[in-house]
């Protein structure tokens, strides 16, 4: 079904329009490598509703958009490099023949033979803290294997992922702790390579799920996993005693110990509490548009909704 995007606080229309004119395109394919990898559910139910979305919702993806676009001209100066290629590859599912696409970042020659996959990403630095994401490890290794179909070896993959909240103080704090934070902006993630037939076989079982959900009713799509809902932690929070909202960089202490110390540090340590905020499912709850239709959400997540 069609999204309804809507501008509720009066954006100038250059940002309605981006929203709009997103340039990606998955071509003559049954699915898209993205597609594969989220959730059924989800799919399913943006394909069965008419949904809203507002243009704020979308800046993020915006921006993402620029910056790919961006460094696709600056590759394209450089010999040898491929940039936002696009690869096909078709797999046959219980007798049926399935065609999927994905658009690969950037591929670079290495000296010798062999090229090296890198893929773009824009994340929090808590992404970093946690480690490479299965969906990026599995994304990257089916773009590999596509290449590779092509007659390009393969010897190296890396996620190159953009810190949107990345702060020098930060980084001197978690040094002094003994902390891992990203040295830069950039955090760059090593993606092992995983054995081609076991690729494939990941692509059929997913398009195995996905084919299955379309024949059923909303109420008994396959439910989202907790890493397709974002599930984050319980985390220990350091507020103001008047306000329910975090302080700035004091929203995600692991443990109480580590929250009270922070706390302890302020002048103002007197007017301030700690507190355990329980985990959320931050997709559902933020970035879903389809969860008033969801099941799952309604039932389990949200049962007041």
Same mark, same amino acid.
């Given at each position: 079904?069609?999204?309804?995007?809507?501008?509720?606080?009066?954006?100038?229309?250059?940002?309605?329009?981006?929203?709009?004119?997103?340039?990606?395109?998955?071509?003559?394919?049954?699915?898209?490598?993205?597609?594969?990898?989220?959730?059924?559910?989800?799919?399913?139910?943006?394909?069965?509703?008419?949904?809203?979305?507002?243009?704020?919702?979308?800046?993020?993806?915006?921006?993402?958009?620029?910056?790919h676009g961006l460094l696709e001209r600056m590759g394209g100066l450089e010999?040898?490099?491929?940039?936002?290629?696009?690869?096909?590859?078709?797999?046959?599912?219980?007798?049926?023949?399935?065609?999927?696409?994905?658009?690969? #970042?950037?591929?670079? !020659?290495?000296? =010798?033979?062999?090229?090296?996959?890198?893929?773009?990403?824009?994340?929090?630095?808590?992404?970093?803290?946690? =480690?490479?994401?299965?969906?990026?490890?599995?994304?990257?290794?089916?773009?590999?294997?596509?290449?590779?179909?092509?007659?390009?070896?393969?010897?190296?993959?890396?996620?190159?992922?953009?810190?949107?909240?990345?702060?020098?103080?930060?980084?001197?704090?978690?040094?002094?702790?003994?902390?891992?934070?990203?040295?830069?902006?950039?955090?760059?993630?090593?993606?092992?390579?995983? !054995?081609?037939?076991?690729?494939?076989?990941?692509?059929?079982?997913?398009?195995?799920?996905?084919?299955?959900?379309?024949?059923?009713?909303?109420?008994?799509?396959?439910?989202?996993? #907790?890493?397709?809902?974002?599930?984050?932690?319980?985390?220990?929070?350091?507020?103001?005693?008047?306000?329910?909202?975090?302080?700035?960089?004091?929203?995600?202490?692991?443990?109480?110990?580590?929250?009270?110390?922070?706390?302890?540090?302020?002048?103002?340590?007197?007017?301030?509490?700690?507190?355990?905020?329980?985990?959320?499912?931050?997709?559902?709850?933020?970035?879903?548009?389809?969860?008033?239709?969801?099941h799952q959400y309604r039932m389990k997540i949200n049962p007041r909704f």
């Open positions: 079904m069609p999204e309804i995007l809507t501008n509720k606080y009066g954006l100038s229309q250059c940002w309605v329009d981006a929203a709009i004119n997103d340039p990606y395109d998955r071509g003559e394919a049954d699915y898209s490598v993205t597609e594969l990898l989220g959730p059924p559910q989800q799919a399913r139910l943006m394909e069965r509703h008419e949904y809203r979305e507002d243009v704020t919702d979308k800046i993020w993806a915006i921006l993402g958009n620029s910056v010999k040898g490099v491929l940039s936002e290629q696009r690869h096909f590859i078709k797999v046959q599912v219980d007798g049926k023949t399935f065609v999927v696409s994905g658009a690969v #970042d950037r591929t670079e !020659p290495q000296t =010798g033979a062999g090229y090296h996959l890198k893929d773009f990403k824009i994340s929090k630095v808590w992404t970093a803290k946690k =480690g490479l994401k299965d969906d990026w490890k599995w994304q990257t290794n089916i773009y590999r294997v596509m290449a590779e179909q092509k007659g390009m070896k393969v010897d190296k993959i890396s996620v190159e992922m953009l810190c949107k909240d990345w702060d020098v103080i930060e980084l001197i704090r978690a040094r002094q702790k003994g902390e891992f934070y990203p040295e830069s902006q950039i955090h760059v993630f090593d993606v092992p390579l995983v !054995p081609a037939a076991e690729v494939l076989e990941f692509i059929k079982e997913r398009i195995r799920i996905h084919e299955a959900s379309k024949q059923l009713k909303d109420n008994k799509l396959p439910e989202c996993s #907790d890493e397709e809902r974002w599930c984050r932690d319980s985390r220990y929070i350091v507020r103001k005693a008047t306000s329910d909202k975090a302080l700035p960089k004091a929203g995600y202490f692991e443990s109480f110990a580590e929250a009270e110390e922070w706390r302890s540090n302020r002048k103002d340590k007197d007017d301030c509490v700690t507190e355990l905020k329980p985990g959320k499912s931050v997709r559902c709850e933020r970035f879903c548009s389809v969860n008033m239709f969801c």
